[in-house]
């Protein structure tokens, strides 16, 4: 374990995608645990073995990766009633997951157990024994997930805390009590985490949904009653109205409480946006902390006099979680981020440099059109390029052309792209077919620039995302289009925007071939 007050667990990959309209693929799913990682998140659960072939798919891939910080968590169940520990499939899937880490479920409420699952209560507590010795036993770091802890521990807390014994006894590495309807109060909670903690001897961790409006609330009053490990998503994702937001969880500890939970707090905003961006959802402009309107103020005084006021109604300083103050003109808080940025892609900047300020500029200009930056780092780095002088066009663009035919025959809906452009002065005019418009415009470009550049075969689009967004920063309805890229080694992510689904397209999968070839002529041997 940690020597951290509070270890952070986080579930959006699992618990997350319970929530409406949270889906990920598989790629994603790497993604968002890289940046987890990379924020300073010490487990990460990618999801459960046994349920899906994609989750399986995660595990595989995430068993061959190294993890800088994280460690990756498989979710499952106890065994089942009435049969051995180690002829549970579902349970066999688990240790086929090879993490170092295994979180299991398992019956608190005797109400549950015997009505909804049908086995004796004494036959729930060996299912518990069992599982945990047996994982125990493969090596694994197990926790174990008290479901309905609360109400059941307020109708029965005798049965409550045998089935944590239980678990404990077997060598659980901690309990975690979860507040799995999330409609417990904190004064409640408070109390029944330091009983159990008491009855084992032992701390225990803290599981919380959000349904009565206190999953972030319950999370701190059991932390407060000895809870050392908290489990949560970000942006609150999950079941219902969601599970402890762990984007508002974090601060609160490392910044109220001197907790010091992560590394660096000012990626928060960024991480938040990142996971919202790559599950396809709008971003909360009125999430704490992070969101756009968290630290907006409205006045119709003097810009200045309006800044000096504006502190006065801030609970935090915005940039200490990478958020800035939108009234302010020219400020210097968005301006450590982009440092920070461009020297991950090898750019040294100076902090107050007309370049710098220019970039921001050009940022918020960017913004106010629609264009969101934190899942396109490859967009982020053209852009920082372009205003350094540092960047070359690949072409130079005539015109193109999409279109799509309706034959109503299945499988023969083709599009079709034209590119007109001049490489080098040399004109290109290439035609090419697609499953869908950005398809087609993706291989007329490639075709084009085929005979300039032998890089283009190694280029992949792996994804490709479409959301029509609204006003969040003030902008009309318009389309953003979000394409992540690979060359089997690396992938970025490139974004493009416009009132046009196509031009959209277009812009983002230009970023990519730039941003790739910049790279190319920079690692070429001289
Ligand atoms: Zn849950």
Redesign the pocket.
Known sequence: MSTKPVTLYD?TLR?GT?GTGISFSVLDKIRVAEKLDAFGIDYIEGGWPGSNPKDAAFFEQAAGREWKHAKIAAFGMTRRGRMKVDEDSQVQMLLAARTPVVTIVGKTWPLHVAEVFGVSLEENLAMIGDTVRFLKEHGKEVFY?AEHFFDSFRENAEYSLATIKAAHEAGADLIVL?D?NGGSLPDFVGEATGRAASHLNSPVGI?T?NDGGLGVANALVAIKAGAVQV?GTMNGY??RVG?CNLTTLIPTLQLKLGMNVVPDMTMLREVAVFVDELANVPHDIRAPYVGVAAFTHKGGLHVHAVQKLARTYEHVDPTLVGNRQTIVVSDMSGQTNILMKARDFGLELDKGSPEVARILQQIKDAEARGYEYEAAEGSFELLVRKALGRYQPLFDLKEYHCHYRYTGRAGSDPCEATVKLLVGGVHEYTVAEGDGPVNALDAALRKALKPFYDWTDDVRLVDYKVRIIDSARGTAARTRVLIVSSNGRDTWGTVGVSDNIIEASWRALVDSFELYALKDLENAPT
């Open positions: 579930t618990d319970q997930d979860c799995t599981h949904h489990q999950g079941e599970n």
